[in-house]
């Protein structure tokens, strides 16, 4: 059974910068399709961004250009850079593994922007 580790999260300023990490145990991440979502006081989960076992990388929404999903499989872990970071970026940061027949989630990590 894969298990999903997030870190990195904390209080930010706005225009500042943080890096999520998602640690994988139990599989290889090598195959399968990652992915981080978000979910903010209030509000619904929302896809952040996925990253595919091909090396594809989307992002949704109002991230494009600011965040930064990479992977590195040797180290079985996924990071989200996130950039020029907006009050409206605080949430609950949760990444999550697509093994094609089961989704897998992390516990979450808060990310608070605020000044």
């Known amino acids: 059974q894969v298990q999903l580790v997030e870190s990195g999260g904390g209080l930010v300023q706005p225009g500042g910068s943080l890096r999520l990490s998602c640690a994988a145990s139990g599989r290889s991440i090598r195959l399968y399709l990652m992915g981080w979502y978000r979910q903010g006081p209030g509000k619904q989960r929302e896809l952040v961004g996925t990253?595919?076992?091909?090396?594809?990388?989307n992002y949704v929404g109002s991230v494009k250009g600011r965040f930064t999903i990479s992977r590195d499989n040797a180290k079985n872990t996924v990071y989200l850079q996130m950039n020029s970071l907006k009050p409206e970026d605080t949430a609950v940061y949760y990444c999550y593994i697509n093994t094609g027949t089961t989704i897998i989630w992390g516990q979450g990590t808060q990310v608070t922007v605020s000044s």
């Open positions: 990253s595919t076992s091909t090396g594809n990388i």
